[in-house]
């Protein structure tokens, strides 16, 4: 009973029951004409036929135009409305203005910089053409200089997180999807209350759906009692807009502008396996050191004023002043809805075009598109040794669905398939011929690539690289391989899911 009474009494609860009231009130007019039936049919019919127009001449993955077309044809009561309230309304002016506020907050932090891509491009002219591919849609210098650290563990991460927090002498910037009260959270915030008594700024953002169900209501009124300057990242409000869609999930911890993590870890216990939630969690983070921790940092405060509503950024205060014995080719970037590129996804893409060799993919969703499922596919049938990981034991079980719905496809092309059976794989990697690889918070979905904040973080020619591939190897022994016999397994009625599923996986 106290969890029902807790469940009523939650943000999201009231957010989703405030929208539906919304949504029903829009659909009380085709109710009452209803009763008449003739002008129901006519009225009906010409915004279907409206609408279906619409939808083939927009300018989006040919993915999503199938889940609308079904959704208006198959629900013409509520599919339209949907469609005008979630997939247009993005163009709408107040949504659009905004993004064009945080575009130029991220031209804004472009500065001359010594250039390495001419020196890429004199060694590997492909892997030069998708450095400056995202170069140009991300505003992402390519940097030396540096030097990155993988870690294969959320316990290694933290650890090294620890320590380098202790270091802090002037900053720190946090930015996580979720944060969650234990172990991990409060250990980190003990040295956060010290370093604040030592006159240090601290900065801390999270995203409100992310870690609404984590929090107790008002944490970051605490948060700020402590000290620290708090953003909450697009707070649930009962609205019928798409931007309630759009999540920060990006995982950025800066310190001083010398030293920076990412990854796929957020702030809670079971990202340490301190908790299990689904048997052993396997995550992955990157640390940086040096000159390419300045993008990590510029990435951090364009969303961070973004957030808040302001248009000015001084990157000056947050310069970073530690220079490291070069580690090979380190370019940081960011992806977000406010960008017309889908730059993570095809980061990805012009990875696994670029592969002669090996690919290797860890992943917690496999939800593709028909540009990701050719790409995987050719690069297999040309002989490229691709493999990709997955969770055995799943987190949500329809997005789990969906993933083993992708696999049939890739198998018979030849794409070798394991998933973790320990557990949960959290990780988000890939890479290719043991030179390039890319670590960050991006997932293989719809949702990564099309409406959330992301960033990652590229390698070339790194000494991490080796260690990279050598953690995927080791993570496949702890996996069971999948194949097409296991597949037929499941039945009929199963595959049916599947089927359905997919067809809606856009909007998962």
């Known amino acids: 009973m106290r969890r029902i009474f807790k469940l009523l009494g939650s943000k999201i609860f009231i957010t989703a029951l405030l929208v539906l009231i919304q949504l029903s009130v829009l659909f009380v007019f085709f109710i009452f004409l209803a009763n008449k039936f003739v002008w129901y049919y006519i009225i009906s019919l010409a915004l279907s036929i409206i609408l279906i127009l619409d939808i083939a001449n927009e300018e989006m993955n040919p993915s999503f135009k199938l889940t609308w077309l079904i959704a208006v044809l198959i629900f013409p009561i509520c599919g339209g409305p949907l469609y005008l309230i979630f ?17 130029q907050l991220m031209r804004s932090a472009v500065k001359s910089r010594e250039d390495c891509l001419d020196e890429i491009e004199a060694d590997d002219p492909e892997i030069a053409r998708q450095l400056r591919y995202i170069k140009k849609t991300s505003y992402a210098p390519v940097y030396k200089n540096t030097q990155a650290k993988y870690f294969p563990s959320g316990e290694d991460y933290y650890a090294a997180l620890l320590r380098e927090l202790n270091r802090a002498e002037r900053f720190i910037f946090i930015e996580y999807f979720i944060i969650e009260e234990g172990r991990m959270l409060g250990s980190i915030l003990e040295v956060l209350k010290r370093k604040i008594a030592e006159g240090i700024e601290v900065r801390l953002m999270y995203d409100d759906l992310g870690s609404v169900s984590k929090l107790p209501k008002g944490y970051d009124g605490y948060l700020e009692s402590l000290g620290i300057s708090v953003s909450v990242f697009n707070r649930l409000r009962p609205s019928l807009d798409t931007f309630l869609n759009y999540r920060d999930h990006r995982k950025i911890l800066v310190i001083d502008g010398n030293v920076a993590f990412t990854g796929g870890i957020n702030l809670a216990d079971e990202y340490i396996n301190h908790v299990e939630r689904f048997g052993h969690w396997k995550d992955t983070g990157i ?26 950024v001084d990157y000056k205060d947050y310069e970073g002043e530690l220079s490291c014995e070069s580690d090979g080719y380190i370019q940081p970037y960011a992806d977000g809805p ?84 320990p557990g949960f794989i959290h990780a988000k990697s890939i890479s290719a011929d043991g030179k390039v690889a890319v670590v960050g918070t991006a997932n293989f979905d719809f949702r990564s690539f099309y409406l959330h904040f992301e960033n990652c973080v590229l390698v070339y020619k790194s000494k991490c690289i080796q260690e990279i591939d050598a953690d995927f190897l080791l993570t496949q022994e702890s996996s069971q391989e999948i194949t097409i016999k296991q597949l037929n397994k499941k039945g009929a009625l199963y595959a049916l899911l599947q089927a359905v599923l997919k067809v809606f996986s856009p909007l998962m």
């Not at 997939?87 to 575009?103: C, H, L, M, N, P």
């Not at 050191?289 to 000015?312: C, D, N, P, Y």
């Open 87 to 103: 997939a247009k309304s993005k163009q709408s002016y107040r949504i659009g203005k905004r993004f064009k506020s945080y575009r």
């Open 287 to 312: 640390m940086l050191k040096g000159e390419a921790v300045t993008k990590m940092t510029e990435i951090f405060l364009q969303l961070w004023h973004f957030s808040r509503g302001e248009s000015q």
């Open 338 to 421: 406010s960008n017309d590129s889908l730059i993570c996804e095809l980061a990805y893409l012009g990875i696994i075009n670029s592969a002669t060799r090996s690919l290797y993919i860890t992943t917690p969703y496999l939800i593709l598109d028909n540009e990701m499922t050719t790409a995987l596919c050719h690069a297999a049938m040309s002989g490229v040794d691709v493999r990709i990981i997955t969770p055995h034991i799943p987190d949500k079980k329809t997005v789990f669905a969906v993933t083993r719905s992708n696999y049939r496809t890739l198998l018979l092309s030849g794409v070798r398939i394991f998933e973790y059976t």
